[in-house]
């Protein structure tokens, strides 16, 4: 049922015969309220005559409710990471993270990602397949749904899309489920507070501009030349890193928007003050933050001495760039995006 949009679920209703008023009840009870079970809810007659026969396991509609398999908390107590099982067997990964007072959902967009950036968890698993819009909205509900039984004055108020997977290479779907979950009648998380991280699919930057997308971009970048991206980033052999800057100049023109540049400072790799300085360089005439990660070590690769990076970001500030590292709270939890789900299977493979 959470594919479908909310205009789509208007007209299906309506094909049923059912009026505009119950698809309205039944797209807050779905998307608002979270509900998993709508037996339980007292429906008027005619909505409740539709959900009995279109909704439920080989019926037209079934709910996207993931099963919890692994779930762990930080030791401060505000991030909280699921491993969630989808239909299908699938695994993926959704945060809730809580800090000054803010609720951050963090999703994934697909099982896997076919990208292959050496330093990720994801990326090394290779691409198992694309989430359906369902799935995504889904993992949106769950965590809402778990801050409501924390604290039920709290809300979800932002969302990233830096889970599994590169949400640009599943773009019609996650459109379609950043519009559901920016619905006002719904989650209405507002889409200026939701931002899109990318590997840097070129061509979906431009049309992101094209379509006026409301949402915020942030392009994870790693490297100043070509050949220390793409020893990272494989996905630069395809959009190199000249059409990515070219393509963000574009975007920022179209659209009059900052870009937040990501950077996983990985010893050896990219934290050399030279590197810094053509970064600082590239991104010139950009209205660009940078944000600096902190890298959760995978696959033999190091994190960044403190001080090291500390150095690169006086760099980026002193060549005029807003720049921070990003928030490290909760992530004795979190280690990086698709540890997780690696680790589990290293524990049920022994
Ligand atoms: N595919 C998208 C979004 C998911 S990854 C992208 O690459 O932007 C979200 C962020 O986590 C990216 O900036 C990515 O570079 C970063 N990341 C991946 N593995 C990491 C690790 N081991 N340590 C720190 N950051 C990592
Ligand atoms: Fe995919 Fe992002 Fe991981 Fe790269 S960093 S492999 S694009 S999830």
């Known amino acids: 049922m959470h594919d479908l949009g909310f205009s789509e679920l208007v007209a299906t209703l309506a094909a049923d015969g059912v009026i505009l008023h119950h698809a309205k009840v039944l797209w807050r009870v779905l998307h608002r309220d979270g509900e998993l079970d709508l037996a339980a ?21 079934f709910l996207d409710a993931p099963e919890v398999v692994d779930e762990i908390r930080s030791t401060d107590g505000l991030t909280r990471k699921f491993l969630l099982r989808l239909r299908d067997g699938q695994t993926i990964e ?30 090394q698993m290779g691409f198992v397949r694309h989430l359906r819009p369902g799935e995504i909205v889904a993992q ?38 950043l519009g559901s979950i920016s619905n006002v009648g719904g989650a209405s998380i507002g ?14 930057i431009l049309r992101l501009a094209e379509e006026q997308r409301p949402y915020r971009l ?33 975007y920022g023109e179209v659209t009059g928007k900052r870009i937040f540049f990501e950077w996983t400072l ?8 030279e590197t810094a300085h053509r970064l600082a360089k590239l991104l010139e005439g950009i209205d660009a933050h940078i944000n600096l990660i902190p890298l959760n070590p995978t696959n033999g690769f190091s994190g960044t001495e403190s001080h090291t990076g500390h ?14 590292f990003r928030q490290r709270r909760g992530i004795d939890v979190a280690a990086g995006c698709g540890m997780l789900k690696a680790e589990k299977r290293v524990k049920s493979a022994r």
């Not at 604290?151 to 019609?172: A, C, F, Q, S, W």
């Open 94 to 123: 959704t945060v809730l993270m809580g800090y000054d007072g803010r609720h951050t959902v963090c999703v994934s967009t697909q099982a896997g990602c076919a990208m292959g950036c050496v330093f990720c968890a994801t990326g």
């Open 41 to 61: 809810r007292n429906f008027l007659p005619p909505l409740k005559r539709w959900v009995v026969n279109s909704v439920g396991e080989g019926k037209k509609f």
């Open 266 to 273: 990985i010893a050896g790799k990219n934290d050399s003050p």
């Open 140 to 177: 949106v509900l769950h965590v809402r749904r778990v801050l409501k039984s924390i604290d039920p004055t709290k809300r979800i108020r932002n969302m990233v899309l830096m889970g599994m997977g590169e949400p640009l290479h599943n773009y019609d779907s996650v459109m379609q489920a």
């Open 311 to 324: 150095e690169f970001q006086k760099i980026l500030i002193a060549a005029g760039f807003p720049c921070t």
């Open 191 to 204: 889409p200026t507070k939701i931002s899109i991280s990318t590997v840097g699919v070129v061509p979906a």
């Open 218 to 250: 942030a392009v994870s970048l790693h490297g100043s030349t070509e050949e220390e991206r793409s020893a990272l980033v494989p996905a630069s052999k395809k959009w190199s890193l000249a059409m990515l800057i070219d393509a963000c100049r574009k």
